[in-house]
């Protein structure tokens, strides 16, 4: 071979690997593909998750923790914090407060709702443990809090952020929104008449991408077919909002339809643009 | 459902066996460390989330090479516009024509090259692969791969043996 061939050769093979690549090729396979996501865990395992959750926070005395109730007069359908947990070891840290919802008279909503929210913590803290056990010395840092965004008579929509730090972070946001007055969790497909929705709305998010684009330079989307996974569709449960003023939002978590850089990324879509697939005028218009 | 189970089982396997190449293969485009880690880990993310279209299992090392060729492309086509000037660019600008390094064209000779050249010449001769898979990942035919290997060796004033080709 050509002597300066070679030559190149020998340094490209003489990069150095840095130690944090086995951490993070292991990281990264571990996590599912993010489009399985549950919606509604069965009540029963979330139940058991919910006390091994307890009892792993109990058991283990360095976990610091506040548990705070705060009691609810009359019938005020709203977010609190339920348990928080603060923990460092060594390279690693996670600091996850839990929602619950209070309130709501459909007890057993609220109660799967809740569970929900126990059992994505419980996850979080076991790769936590996971991450600081004994031959693992991991750069793990685990944030995790929640935002009522809206808060009108009718509809409460609570964000939960979920921010997953090893070399880059990844960050969720998870969103549930609820009608107060009928005590029912929405879903995206539930404000539709038929499927359409799923088209129309992809559509008007490829516009806005465009449009952004264009706008701004620094802005990139997944849209073309040189982008290895291009954004199509939305998904039929994508996760969405309604905020104050009635409108729908679609938001898209970290690395969902563009680079890590975008963070999470979100699309107010104008009402004109559905109106005529809605179901009714209740939560948007 | 069988199918794509091990499918993804041969991913991951992959992937661990060969986790150092990739990373090498990410870092000659961005050179830097930092970088090439997320590029590593982004690419198995997208790898994960379309396991499912791999439909011949045994490419999967080519496919997983394609997303992870893509991802670091898109990442420097992306960065281009505000890449910060290295120290040797600055002073070669500031103080007029000096004297070289020794390696440096050598190096430019390399990194110059358009990216389409610049895969080929680095799976073709670093990482070893045979130029069908080379075809495979790039998307091209192979007669396409082969006449741009000429290219970029001509570009890069590199002569080769017949054997070296092959």
């Avoid at chain 1, 409460?156 to 979920?162: A, G, H, K």
């Avoid at chain 2, 492309?73 to 910060?84: A, G, N, S």
Wanted: glycine share 2%.
């Amino acid at each position: 071979m050509d002597k300066r061939l070679q030559q190149l050769r020998e340094e490209y093979k003489n990069v150095q690997i840095p130690k944090e690549l086995d951490i993070i090729v292991e990281k990264a396979l571990q996590q599912e593909p993010k489009k399985k996501r549950i919606v509604m865990w069965p009540t029963s395992a979330a139940i058991a998750a919910a006390i091994l959750f307890t009892a792993l926070v109990n058991i283990n005395p360095d976990a610091a923790q506040a548990m705070s109730k705060i009691p609810v007069i009359g019938k005020i359908v709203k977010a609190i914090t339920f348990i928080e947990i603060k923990e460092e070891k060594d390279q690693s840290s996670i600091d996850v407060k839990t929602p619950a919802l209070s309130g709501l008279s459909n007890k057993e909503l609220e109660n799967s709702i809740n569970e929900k929210y126990l059992k994505e913590s419980q996850q979080l803290y076991k790769e936590f443990i996971q991450s600081t056990s004994k031959n693992k010395k991991g750069h793990l840092s685990i944030y995790s809090d929640y935002e009522t965004v809206t808060d009108t008579p009718d509809l409460l929509s609570i964000r939960r952020n979920i921010e997953t730090t090893q070399a880059s972070s990844y960050t969720q946001s998870r969103y549930i929104t609820i009608d107060k007055k009928n005590d029912i969790l929405l879903t995206l497909k539930s404000l539709f008449k038929d499927e359409r929705y799923i088209k129309v709305i992809s559509q008007n998010i490829k516009e806005q991408m465009k449009q952004q684009m264009k706008e701004d330079p620094n802005k990139i989307y997944w849209l073309t077919d040189e982008d290895a996974e291009p954004f199509k569709t939305i998904l039929p449960d994508q996760t969405f909002y309604i905020t104050e003023d009635h409108k729908l939002v679609i938001s898209f978590d970290e690395y969902e339809v563009a680079p890590g850089y975008m963070g999470v990324t979100e699309f107010t879509i104008p009402t004109g643009v559905i109106s005529n697939l809605l179901v009714g005028e209740r939560y948007i218009r | 459902m069988k199918k794509k189970q091990t499918t993804k089982a041969l991913l991951v396997t992959c992937i661990t066996d060969h986790k150092q190449d990739f990373y090498r293969l990410a870092f000659s485009y961005v050179k830097n460390q930092d970088d090439a880690l997320d590029i590593v880990q982004e690419s198995i993310k997208k790898a994960l989330s379309s396991v499912e279209t791999v439909r011949n299992p045994e490419t999967i090392k080519s496919w997983f090479y394609k997303i992870l060729v893509r991802t670091a492309i898109d990442f420097l086509r992306k960065q281009k516009k505000i890449r910060v000037m290295d120290d040797e660019t600055i002073e070669f600008l500031s103080k007029g024509k000096e004297d070289h390094y020794k390696d440096t064209d050598l190096h430019e000779a390399l990194d110059e090259l358009p990216y389409r050249y610049k895969t080929i010449i680095i799976l073709r001769f670093f990482e070893d692969l045979k130029l069908e898979e080379i075809a495979e990942i790039t998307g091209e035919n192979t007669n396409t791969v082969k006449t741009r290997l000429y290219r970029a060796l001509k570009l890069m004033r590199i002569q080769l043996t017949k054997e070296d080709l092959s």
